[in-house]
């Protein structure tokens, strides 16, 4: 077979381009291994580049700062919030994690079709997701967690919440009792768990715990979504606590906190991670607000869901708030402020309680943790500790359960001084 | 081939091509890849999918039920996207037709023309008839990579016509209720749709270019072929191992499911822009890569 080598024929530009030289022929390669770096080195440098050079504003103090969050009266935005969360919780094998025990259970328990807000909680708890926020004063909230192909949205208008999940095509309905005419009814109305995944709302938690047992500083400005932040950071004085650092980043122009992260003392990736990627202070446009359930999606009215939770005591409906605060009539609380370490007695509702629900599971549970959690001994006799980066947690073996920010010492001796 | 013909030398001077004869070769390029049974094959494959998966449906949903409540309570057994509104609304079939075959057939069609591309000429031993004419090799290249791109765009919108068909005829259509939960007048619907169709085809651009450079690279069309294929697989495989985070965002199928992200209210850009500017980086770097390599291989068949 006769080769056709276009280096030989060099005579009548019949080959025109195609006549490379060996060299020219390596050379051609150096165009796309240009292209590769050149994309690598856009890819590692614009994000730095980006996000050097922090915005000078004037210096302001951390009393003046707190006052400006908590004069901040921001009832209009929309954006994007990314929100990362790494308890650290023990993987299960399997590859499933503590927060699945309780999001799965409830999946397999319940009717896969309800969209009750109740069982998204869980899957917040793990991992990065992406929620797309907008308010319009009070009365008009929407939430929705973008979902791979799918999206769960949140819906408050006035009297009405509404949760459609795409992916089931289900919607969820609620209604505020007629009468109540107070606006913190509306908020109450607005099922908790999902209002409070927005940076305001867990700044507004944290600054609520601010007393002696805090040092609050402003550790410089910032930038967030594109607009000029300062920094505060709060670190609890204690050394007990396990929450290494809280930082907010306020809104220099506005007061509104743009982004909350909370670090571990032992180091690392942050635990809580919400920011906003995007945010726009203007009105967000009347349609956002307004739900009409497609046809032939199934909608799930308030009413029944509570009923069916009665009858059905299945894991997930045990996640709803009255069942919740039956479970948590048994908890007490001990110590102040950050080192509070709270205490459940067992039977009422364990700890796992706060992930499984009806009792078999629980159980279940708490024999589950004891086979990995570490084996700790005390005047008040002997239990487990099962660690996650943020919240330990002492299970005794008399059924008492002791959780808190806290490192193992002060969990123990929590217990003893309980004894 | 035809192509011989097109291309008849005429005069041994010098000369550049005239632009009507680079469009030729593009047009009979085009031809050359469409008129084959194996793509008219591949594209029958691919609109018999939304045809299935319409009947599917409607056989399971004939009874009452919806989709969702078949699936043995629903929970762990995900249904794909979309599935449990296409009993609503037809124009979902199109749009889960489009999910279903992004992930394996459209990909696995793209992969045999890509791949095929320049190895099945060289395999047939028509690649140095093809260069005897003086085309010039990128431009041969560029041609070759042309009719890839167009197969993209016609598979893609095969898919998503019959999925359209398939869902008018079986299914009502009306507004649409988009995935944030409003409601959408059906030729806004339409207009989506259309752009869906769009970033599914532009998606595919990436393992498309990927394809002719493995083409560029060896002799045997079903060696690149079947590289092809397992380079969409195997990628597909990491992008699921959570372990290897760091590299999903620079594997091409990752953001392939992004096309839905256009049936949001607002619609949601940033994994959108991210997946063009993806397919975009494959382009550039193994379309070059296959310059590189075309213009400086030794045609041996």
């Known amino acids: 077979m006769a080769r056709i080598r276009p280096t030989q024929v060099d005579d009548d530009g019949f080959w025109d381009e195609e006549r490379p030289s060996r060299r020219t022929k390596a050379a051609r390669y150096a165009l796309p291994v240009a292209v590769a770096g050149l994309a690598a080195a856009t890819i590692g440098l614009v994000p730095a580049l980006a996000s050097s050079g922090d915005p000078d504003l004037p210096k302001i103090s951390a009393e003046e700062l707190i006052s400006k969050m908590a004069a901040s009266d921001t009832e209009q935005l929309s954006g994007s919030v990314k929100i990362t969360t790494d308890l650290g919780l023990p993987s299960l094998p399997g590859g499933a994690s503590l927060s699945d025990l309780g999001g ?180 967000p446009t009347a349609g956002t607000f307004d739900f009409t359930p497609p046809k032939g999606a199934k909608v799930t009215e308030e009413s029944d869901h509570k009923r069916g939770a009665k009858d059905g005591m299945n894991a997930k409906d045990g996640m709803n708030d009255k069942d919740a605060q039956e479970a948590l009539s048994g908890l007490k609380v001990i110590g102040e402020s950050w080192d509070s370490v709270a205490r459940l007695d067992g039977g009422e509702g364990g700890a796992p309680a706060a992930q499984g629900g009806d009792g078999g599971a629980e159980k279940d549970a708490g024999g589950f943790l004891g086979g990995f959690g570490k084996e700790v001994k005390g005047d008040f006799g002997s239990g487990h500790v099962v660690s996650t980066r943020l919240v330990n947690a002492l299970l005794t073996d008399d059924g008492k359960v002791f959780v808190g920010a806290v490192d193992t010492d002060a969990l123990v001796a929590a217990a003893n001084k309980a004894k | 081939m035809s192509r011989a013909e097109a291309g008849t030398l005429e005069a041994p001077a010098p000369r550049r091509p005239r632009p009507l004869w680079t469009l030729a070769l593009f047009r009979s390029e085009l031809a050359i890849t469409f008129r084959r049974w194996r793509t008219l094959a591949l594209l029958g494959v691919l609109a018999a999918v939304p045809i299935l998966i319409g009947i599917a449906v409607k056989i399971e949903t004939s009874d009452g039920g919806g989709v969702g409540q078949g699936g043995g309570g629903g929970g762990e057994g995900e249904a794909p996207a979309f599935f449990s509104q296409i009993t609503n609304n037809g124009i979902f079939l199109l749009f889960a037709a489009l999910a279903a075959t992004l992930p394996v057939f459209l990909p696995m069609a793209i992969g045999v023309i890509a791949g095929d591309s320049i190895a099945g000429e060289a395999g047939a031993g028509t690649l140095r008839y093809l260069l005897v004419a003086p085309a010039g090799r990128t431009r041969l290249l560029l041609a070759k990579f042309t009719a890839v791109l167009a197969f993209c765009l016609v598979a893609t919108l095969v898919v998503a016509v019959t999925g359209l068909a398939t869902g008018a005829l079986l299914f009502p259509l009306g507004d649409i209720t988009l995935i944030s939960g409003t409601t959408v007048s059906f030729g806004d619907g339409l207009v989506r749709a259309l752009g869906v169709a769009a970033v599914v085809a532009l998606s595919l651009v990436g393992i498309a270019t990927v394809g002719v450079f493995i083409s560029t690279l060896t002799n045997s069309g079903i060696a690149a072929m079947a590289t092809t294929v397992g380079l969409v697989i195997t990628a597909q495989i990491l992008d699921t191992i959570p372990q290897l985070h760091a590299i999903h965002p620079y594997l091409f199928p990752h953001y392939w499911l992004s096309f839905a992200d256009l049936l949001r209210d607002p619609v949601y850009w940033d994994d959108l822009v991210k997946n063009l500017g993806l397919q975009g980086l494959y382009a550039a770097v193994f379309g070059s890569a296959a310059w590189a390599r075309f213009t400086a291989k030794d045609i041996t068949a």
């Open chain 1, 104 to 283: 799965g259970a409830g999946g397999e328990g319940g009717d896969g079709a309800s969209a009750a807000p109740d069982a998204k909680l869980m899957d917040l708890v793990s991992g990065s997701h992406t929620l797309r926020v907008a308010a319009d004063g009070p009365e008009r909230q929407r939430v929705s967690i973008i979902e791979k192909a799918a999206e769960y949205s949140l819906i408050h208008n006035g009297d009405e919440t509404w949760a459609y999940d795409s992916e089931a095509n289900a919607v969820y309905h609620s209604t505020a009792p007629k009468g109540s005419g107070a606006k913190d009814d509306h908020r109450r109305e607005l099922p908790k768990d999902l209002k409070d995944v927005t940076p305001q709302q867990f700044a507004k938690q944290v600054l609520a715990s601010v007393d002696d047992t805090t040092d609050v500083s402003v550790d410089g400005t910032t930038r967030v979504a594109g607009r000029d932040a300062y920094e505060l950071l709060i670190k609890p004085t204690s050394d007990d606590s396990t929450v290494g650092s809280v930082r907010i980043a306020v809104d220099a122009d506005n007061g509104t906190p743009l982004k909350f992260v909370l670090t571990p003392k032992s180091g690392g990736k942050a635990v809580v991670d919400v920011a906003f990627t995007k945010v726009d202070f203007g009105k």
